[in-house]
């Protein structure tokens, strides 16, 4: 069982950085992929980025792709999402997912992330 928290969300003008945390709990989490996803209101949740479990390699949506960098400090059981150059587009509440294999199998609560113009 893996339990996530997402921390760092808050209101940020358009242009401007925030960084988001997934703090996880359990003995195993550096070998779960993490990833980070979104849901504005109205709209579907959509894929952010992750990051792999073994070699830390990471992939992103093209919408966010040189603006968003997701990290992993295993010794903190922590993934980070450094988010810059931030639009009001990317207001969402943002997601850390985990996954042992093929499936995000587990969800933490979300945070909010307000971007104004």
């Known amino acids: 069982q893996v339990q996530l928290v997402e921390s760092g969300g808050g209101l940020v003008q358009a242009g401007g950085s925030l960084r988001l945390s997934c703090a996880a709990s359990?003995?195993?989490?550096?070998?779960?992929?993490v990833g980070w996803f979104r849901q504005a209101p109205g709209k579907e949740r959509e894929f952010v980025g992750e990051?792999?479990?073994?070699?830390?390699?990471?992939a992103y949506a093209e919408s966010v792709k040189g603006r968003f960098t997701i990290s992993r400090d295993n010794a903190k059981n922590t993934v980070y999402l450094q988010m810059n150059i931030l639009k009001p587009e990317d207001t969402a509440v943002y997601y850390c997912?985990?996954?042992?294999?093929?499936?995000?199998?587990?969800w933490g609560q979300g945070t909010q992330v307000t971007v104004s113009s």
């Open positions: 997912a985990a996954r042992p294999n093929a499936r995000w199998l587990y």
């Open positions: 359990g003995r195993t989490f550096s070998s779960y992929g």
């Open positions: 990051v792999t479990a073994t070699t830390s390699n990471t």
